[in-house]
C-alpha cells in the first residue's frame, strides 16, 4: 500500500515560486503514476500535471505549461511540482495522487490520495 504525504505549500507573493513535495510510503511507489491535482474554494477538482512511472513521460493542463514542471525521484519515494511565476489563480488546496493501472488527467483514474497542501498567492 503507498501512503501519499504533501509538504512545501505556503503564501507566496505573486510571481513567485514554490516547489511541492509528496513523499510515498511502500514499496511500490515506483510501479504508480503519480498526478497533482488542485482545489480551489468552490471550483471543482482540477488536474495540474501528471509523469509516468520512471519519469520519462509528463503532461500538464494546457493552462499551466511552461510554469508548472512535474518530476520523480523514485529512489526517494518523492514527486515535486515545481511552480514558478505564480499567479493568484493558482491559489488553492494542492493534492497528489497515484494510479497503479493508469496514467492520465482524470481524477477517477487515481487510487491513492494525499491530504492535500494549501498554496497561497498574494497579489
Known amino acids: 500500500q503507498v501512503q501519499l504525504v504533501e509538504s512545501g505549500g505556503g503564501l507566496v507573493q505573486a510571481g513567485g515560486s514554490l516547489r511541492l513535495s509528496c513523499a510515498a510510503s511502500?514499496?511500490?511507489?515506483?510501479?504508480?503514476?503519480m498526478g497533482w491535482f488542485r482545489q480551489a474554494p468552490g471550483k471543482e477538482r482540477e488536474f495540474v500535471a501528471a509523469?509516468?512511472?520512471?519519469?520519462?513521460?509528463?503532461f500538464y493542463a494546457d493552462s499551466l505549461k511552461g510554469r508548472f514542471t512535474i518530476s520523480r525521484d523514485n529512489a526517494k519515494n518523492t514527486v515535486y511540482l515545481q511552480m514558478n511565476s505564480l499567479k493568484p489563480e493558482d491559489t488553492a488546496v494542492y493534492y497528489c495522487?497515484?494510479?497503479?493501472?493508469?496514467?492520465?488527467?482524470?481524477?477517477?483514474?487515481?487510487?491513492?490520495w494525499g491530504q492535500g497542501t494549501q498554496v497561497t498567492v498574494a497579489s
Open positions: 495522487a497515484g494510479s497503479i493501472s493508469h496514467y492520465g488527467r482524470s481524477s477517477v483514474m487515481y487510487d491513492k
Open positions: 511502500g514499496r511500490t511507489f515506483s510501479r504508480y503514476a
Open positions: 509523469v509516468n512511472w520512471s519519469g520519462g513521460s509528463t
